[in-house]
């Protein structure tokens, strides 16, 4: 059917017969075969077989389940992964002498102290990530080094192994992470944790190495940072402050709050909530708590200042629960209950109140000096957050209430989606945190700022129109036409004609869509001013047209259908300046709408004379090449190849993916016309109109269900010359032949 | 015969299933039969440990609340951040108050200048006591002016050391608490947050306006060269890369015969531009590539990125490893055309909105600092990375990016369906009944706010409309036209005069039309500016031509955030020359809206039979003898003031889609628009 000849049959009436008749026939076919599977035959035999088939169908099932769910039988990771004991990992003794690393070298920086030739040969511009095996290290008298493992860690590695960064091999990694655990500081022994670093089979001197630390320091002074000397390991550390953290070279992450997992408090909309502002942190410093509950006196209800329970019955976990005076409450659900949030530093800057914060919706008012967020480096903490310097905390209320109501609620949304993204679990931590280093490797590729913060519903609204800036192309540039055209030779040579006259016309490229028949010679062409190319294709398909073909020089392209003879030299260079003003936008001749069809409940396509438009034909129109480029590689699912296989409707689809791209409607220029074509008055034009307009009201819906929306943007306007029609000398307009019929 | 047949095929089927079955089953079957043991050469991963439920967590209950407190910390060793060495309680009552040290002794033509235009800007203070952030700039370095230590220092507590061009003065002074703004400043030494890293300007940099971006296409030109590389002695050579593997690599430099180079003491013009991370003198060649629209590619840059506290430079330049120069080159080669195509468009925008001129540079560093003061009103990254920039956006109209007319395609929001009309009634002091009560049968009007500047007394009655009216006493002056009433509650503003003549569904279609362009102005009636030969200079015309530049604003649609623009972000002598010469309010709105978008203005029809009585023709508020003449030199000394002309030429009219079409009259929406 393919190699049929394909005829365009004027603008209107775009009808490809045959692509109905497949459809129809191939499911005429499907009906005769259906019920031959069980034939006319004696009951008997007709029974016995009907078991038979029913057994067979069953095995298939059945098999087929067994291909298919192979978790139901057996978990596929435990395939190739051992299952052991923690309790029976390898012992290493560690001599008293062995060598201890330097103290890290505070003026790291990724192209000093990273080696990145380690990460030279990693596909696809990912990092590949190697994990010690787990052992258990004691000292000469046989004392534990530190705890073998805690759960967050394995989870943390866990992650790590089932992430696609995860490689076994030790010689292809780019970065090393040790099974030793250091998430606390507490748990150690530093000096003994860091000869087991210095004796790791790649150590030296810790390049490439990754250490995870949530809480550094001890007492009584609690250093911001992990204080095992690492040398150049990197340390993704949560609890930096601006004097310990190297910027681009450590990650800052948040302190894991065992609560994430245990409770769950689900999202609350945004909007006012019963207090203001809640301090629901226990230990504070005795001169933060006085500076909180001085606000409370000030402002009453609308502060909540909360504190540890002192008279809780035996058997209930404290730490679940808060008090103000005899009122007790339950934690985190009383965070859900506040606006605002105060998130204090303790001896560390670090909390692990961050996440439940986060987790309940409610803004967290960061008292910290010099703290480093978590995740700074990408995440954009104004839209979630208040940081107020500590000297500033007696105004802590001003400050929040100078903040208006709207962008309250957008940082509520924003604080709980930091939650669900980054904070939730030790493996979102885990992976935003390679991510980050990933993205130091391979910057080109790396994550944007809007997929970082924007909440999945702001990613869903928005749309990025890929020519964004306010240009206005100069007019020497000039367009290329591109005619598709099948076998009408004389048609197409009167339309090439015409177009040669148009001024800014600079090159003609014609797509010979005929393989069968070979464009006439050259001799025979018209002779015109500017390039004539004929590109010949491979197969007759109506993308083609659409190609981002190499011959095209200009950034305006004109795409105009071998029968349009009826556009004028005016007009269409008219339409060309008009592009120039709306380079982002389809720029046509007729104009066509959608509509709502609400007896059908679906779209329905419209070519009457209607107030609106939402669509231009391409069989005349203007638009940026890098549409072709779109058009060709990046359209949203099959429709390309389901355009190819109807013959139709590639002109409803390029206006789709325009509209989806930029966002923008199109721009009808000049008056209606009457497009007519010489072939049209022998078929039968009512009944073929009819069907025309069924199959284009199907792309639409098609269209629109590929795309997941309908992106068409309705206007009540087309672009005229500006004195059109205008009481002036016709001789002093500079386009005076437009809208002749 | 029809029955063997029928089995025949039936028993094919049967065998066929069965085989099948065979043949899937099989697999499962003998799967199930192995015992499960790792396959060599599996990936093992980390293992699943039996008793991983019985690990204990790395914090333990309890442990958490113990870390009590200690008080806070004093800065370390001398090292500043934002939270120590910046006092932000001078900073309350209206934002940044910027007071310049008077420079010792004779100054240059440049720093006279540059101190006129700090002076001129909203930020700036005559009274140190009342400043909040005290600046002393070094500017010239080849004079060899080096400013001592001056008399409000206070260990340089809120003061910005501004350096311009890098300076080779020796340090007379510590520094102190003191934040430096300074040229592409080295990783080690900046501290983020604090420091504002600054562009690389040429000595010749224009102070004002300033060269728009060199890009005049959207997409790169075809045939074009991917990179361009940086010369010793300033130039640019291109390099073909389809052979080379690694041009900048001095290993190839054996291998001529496979690479074209070109040795080019312009712009580059390239896609990609190398740029060298090591010598902080390469960081003049990036802000020449910016301008170029050739994508900067640095190679593990040791100086900090201009504003990089502000401006996401990932969008606009490459930061690459230079270790890795064949996984860069080939990424380069890679690289989607989408990103391509974004890449390029940023260095333009990025290039006109904060580097093409000192002026936009000093401005923009004040605004880096004053969004520190501000902390959470500051601008929201949006507002800094897409056009038309932080300067043009202003955070104290609003931070919420659909209150303005430029972000709702990001925001995937609209503009509001309603619009406020707002009637300047000038001098004669006609209450305008009949404009009133065609603007109030517009379907989509919210509000009627009438500005009376006039020295008659306010007229005690109003005509009786559905719509809110409130009368503005106005201080008679034009600026008034355009300052941002609390009033006015909608985004849109239809600015009229009590001459101008409207019928209902003019007022209604043009405001469809807006709704479209939210970011433009949408008008009835235009004029021109043209570059006279003749006299060296603009002219201006408002007689009826081919093409337009600026609409009257006695009869268009905006948004009202061009009020705040106009009121808050233009220099006091152009407002003062408006008031003094009325007529230059019109030019004055339509360049600062160009220069904002970029883009021309918008025509829709006007009747045809007004257009050659009204008065609204005239150009301006009140009639005069010679309507369509405003201050002769008014569209000159605007662009003066400007730096450059943004105006733009349109040649089109939107028109309603079957305007004057050969179709019955029942059928179209805005009739009336036809009539003769």
């Not at chain 1, 302190?255 to 203001?276: C, I, M, N, Q, T």
């Not at chain 1, 204090?344 to 987790?359: E, H, K, M, P, T």
């Not at chain 1, 590929?706 to 010359?721: N, Y």
Request: net charge neutral.
């Amino acid at each position: 059917m393919a190699s049929k000849p394909y005829h365009r049959v004027g603008l209107e009436l775009e009808c490809e017969k045959e692509a109905v008749c497949v459809i129809m026939c191939a499911s005429v076919k499907y009906n005769i075969r259906g019920p031959a599977l069980i034939p006319r035959m004696k009951t008997k035999h007709r029974i016995y077989y009907i078991t038979l088939f029913s057994i067979v169908l069953l095995g298939l099932i059945a098999t087929g389940m067994f291909q298919f769910w192979p978790h139901s039988i057996e978990s596929s990771n435990d395939w190739n992964v051992e299952k052991r004991s923690v309790r029976d990992v390898p012992v290493v003794r560690l001599p008293a002498n062995s060598p201890i690393p330097e103290r890290g070298d505070l003026s790291c920086r990724m192209h000093t102290c990273f080696d990145v030739y380690r990460c030279g040969f990693n596909p696809k511009n990912k990092i590949k990530v190697y994990i010690y095996a787990l052992k258990k290290y004691v000292d000469d008298f046989g004392v534990p080094v530190s705890n073998t493992i805690s759960r967050e860690y394995n989870e943390l590695l866990t992650a790590i192994s089932d992430s696609d960064y995860y490689t076994d091999d030790i010689n292809r990694a780019c970065l090393f992470v040790p099974s030793i655990d250091v998430l606390n500081q507490n748990t150690l022994r530093i000096k003994e944790t860091a000869q087991v670093l210095a004796q790791l089979s790649r150590w030296d001197r810790g390049t490439n190495h990754l250490l995870f630390n949530m809480l550094p320091g001890g007492p009584p002074d609690y250093n911001t940072a992990l204080d095992v000397p690492r040398d150049r390991a990197l340390l993704a550390g949560g609890g930096f402050s601006t004097w310990t953290y190297r910027q681009g070279y450590d990650v800052s992450i948040p302190v894991y709050s065992p609560l994430s997992a245990e409770v769950d408090l689900p999202e609350k909309g945004p909007g006012p909530r019963r207090h203001f502002l809640i301090s629901s942190q226990v230990g504070l410093h005795p001169e933060y708590r006085e500076d909180l509950e001085a606000l409370q006196v000030k402002h009453g209800e609308s502060v909540l200042v909360l504190d540890k329970c002192t008279n809780l019955s035996e058997g209930v976990l404290s730490i679940r629960k808060r008090c103000h005076k005899h009122q007790v409450f339950d934690y985190p659900q009383v965070l859900q209950e506040a606006t605002f949030c105060v998130v204090l530093r303790g001896a560390r800057l670090g909390q692990a109140i961050l996440s439940d914060v986060l987790q309940a919706g409610c803004v967290p008012v960061v008292i910290a000096d010099s703290y480093i967020l978590p995740f700074s480096e990408v995440l954009d903490w104004k839209r979630a957050s208040v940081v107020v310097p500590e000297e500033k905390m007696s105004d802590v209320y001003s400050i929040l209430q100078s903040i208006p109501q709207r962008q309250i609620e957008e940082m509520q949304r924003q604080a709980r989606w930091f939650w669900e993204a980054y904070f939730q679990s030790i493996k979102a931590i885990a992976l935003a945190t390679l991510q980050i280093i990933n993205d130091r490797i391979y910057p080109y590729a790396a994550i944007s700022y809007e997929e970082w913060n924007d909440p999945p519903a702001v990613k869903w609204g928005s749309v990025s129109n890929p020519l964004f800036l306010p240009l206005i192309p100069p007019q020497s540039q000039g367009f290329t036409a591109i005619v598709l055209t099948y076998d009408r030779v004389e048609s197409l040579f009167r339309v090439i004609t015409e177009v040669s006259k148009v001024p800014s016309l600079s090159k003609l490229l014609v797509v010979w869509n005929n393989q069968n028949k070979n464009p006439p010679e050259d001799s025979l062409w018209p002779k015109i001013r500017v390039p004539l190319k004929v590109v010949r294709t491979a197969e007759n398909k109506l993308s083609n047209r659409f190609f981002p073909y190499d011959e095209i020089e200009t950034e305006a392209v004109l795409a105009i259908d071998d029968d349009i003879i009826m556009l004028t030299s005016d007009e269409l260079q008219f339409g060309y300046e008009v592009w120039r003003e709306f380079p982002d936008r389809l720029v046509g001749y007729p104009g066509r709408l959608h509509l709502w069809d609400h007896e059908m409940n679906k779209w329905k396509y419209e070519s009457e004379w209607t107030n609106e438009v939402s669509m231009v034909l391409t069989g005349a129109a203007f638009y940026h090449k890098y549409f072709n480029y779109l058009y060709t590689y990046k359209m949203p699912g099959d429709i390309k190849n389901w355009v190819d296989a109807h013959m139709n409707c590639e002109d409803i689809a390029m206006n789709f993916l325009v509209a989806n791209v930029t966002g923008k409607a199109v721009i009808k220029v000049t008056p209606r016309k009457k497009f007519k074509c010489p072939e049209c008055t022998a078929i039968d034009g009512l009944s073929l109109d009819q069907t025309h307009m069924v199959e284009r009201s199907e792309c639409i819906n098609k269209f629109a269900s590929v795309f997941g929306t309908m992106p068409l943007k309705v206007v009540e306007h087309r672009a005229d010359p500006v004195l059109y029609k205008d009481d002036f000398p016709e001789k002093l307009k500079s386009f005076p032949n437009i809208g002749s019929l | 015969m029809q029955s063997w047949r029928r089995r025949k095929s039936l028993w094919l089927a049967l065998s066929a299933s069965w085989l099948l079955l065979v043949l899937l089953g099989g697999f499962s079957l003998l799967r199930l039969a192995l015992p499960p043991r790792p396959r060599p050469g599996a990936s093992q991963g980390w293992p699943r440990w039996l008793d991983a439920e019985l690990l204990q967590s790395f914090s333990q209950a309890g442990e958490l609340p113990e870390d009590a407190a200690s008080p806070p910390q004093a800065p370390h060793g001398g090292s500043c951040n934002w939270g120590a060495c910046f006092d932000t309680s001078k900073c309350r009552g209206d934002g940044l108050k910027v007071f310049v040290y008077p420079a010792s002794g004779p100054i240059s033509e440049t720093h006279h200048r540059i101190l006129a235009s700090i002076e001129g800007s909203r930020f700036h203070t005559f009274s140190p006591a009342g400043a909040c952030l005290l600046l002393l700039l070094s500017l010239d370095a080849q004079t060899g002016e080096c400013s001592s230590m001056p008399l409000q220092w206070n260990r340089g507590r809120n003061h910005l050391v501004l350096r311009l061009h890098p300076a080779p003065c020796p340090k007379t002074f510590q520094l102190g608490q003191a934040m430096v703004a300074e040229a592409s400043p080295t990783v080690d030494s900046f501290r983020p947050g604090f420091d504002v890293a600054l562009p690389f300007l040429p000595e010749a940099h224009p102070l004002r306006g300033g060269a728009p971006g060199q890009l005049q296409q959207h997409s790169p030109q075809p045939g074009i060269a991917l990179l361009a590389l940086e010369e010793e002695r300033g130039g640019w050579r291109t390099a073909d890369t389809g052979s080379s593997a690694c041009p900048w690599d001095a290993h190839c430099e054996q291998d001529p015969g496979s690479r074209q180079t070109q040795r080019r003491e312009t712009l580059p013009n390239a896609t990609f531009c190398l740029i060298s991370g090591h010598r902080p003198e390469a960081a003049s060649r990036f802000l020449q590539a910016l301008q170029a629209g050739c994508i900067p590619v640095l190679l593990s840059p040791r100086w900090e990125l201009p504003f990089s506290e502000v401006i996401d430079w990932t969008k606009a330049a490459i930061v690459a490893d230079e270790r890795l120069p064949l996984q860069v080159l080939a990424a380069l080669q890679e690289m989607s055309p989408a990103r391509v195509l974004a890449l390029r468009q940023q260095t333009q925008f990025l290039w006109d909105a904060y580097f093409s001129s000192v002026e936009k540079v000093i401005h923009t560093t004040l605004e880096v600092i004053q969004d520190r003061i501000f902390g959470t009103s500051a601008h929201p990254s949006l507002l800094w990375n897409s056009p038309p920039g932080a300067l043009l956006a202003l955070s104290t109209f609003s931070i919420s990016p659909q209150d303005f007319p430029f972000y709702h395609l990001q925001q995937g929001s609209r503009p509001e369906g309603r619009f406020s009309a707002l009637i300047w009634v000038g001098p004669p002091g006609q209450p305008p009944l009949k404009l009133i009560q065609a603007v109030a049968g517009s379907q989509h009007c919210a509000q009627i706010l009438v500005l009376w500047s006039n020295e008659r007394p306010l007229p005690s009655s109003w005509p009786e409309t559905a719509m809110p009216l409130t009368v503005i006493d106005g201080h008679r002056k034009v600026s008034d036209r355009f300052f941002p009433y609390s009033t006015i509650r909608t985004d849109a503003i239809l600015s009229l005069d009590a001459h101008s003549s409207l019928s209902t569904s003019e007022v209604d279609f043009a405001f469809v039309v807006w709704q479209s362009f939210p970011e433009r102005m949408v008008g009835f009636l235009t004029s021109s500016h043209f570059w006279d030969e003749a006299h060296g200079g603009w002219g201006y015309t408002a007689e009826r031509t081919n093409e337009f530049s600026m609409v009257l604003t006695t009869a268009a649609f905006y948004h009202r955030y061009y009020h705040t623009l106009f009121t808050h972000s233009l220099p006091k002598v152009l407002r003062t020359l408006a008031d003094e010469a009325p007529t230059c309010v019109d030019v004055l709105m339509n360049f600062l809206v160009a220069a904002v978008t970029k883009l021309p203005p918008i025509k829709v029809p006007y009747s045809k039979q007004r257009q050659e009585a009204a008065p609204l023709a005239s150009g301006g508020p009140g009639p005069r003898p010679k309507p369509q003449a405003p201050a002769p030199d008014c569209v000159n000394q605007i662009a003066a003031a400007f730096g450059h002309m943004p105006l733009l030429s349109s040649r089109l009219r939107l028109d309603p889609v079957l305007f004057k079409d050969p179709v019955s009259v029942q059928r179209k929406k805005y009739r009336s628009l036809e009539k003769p």
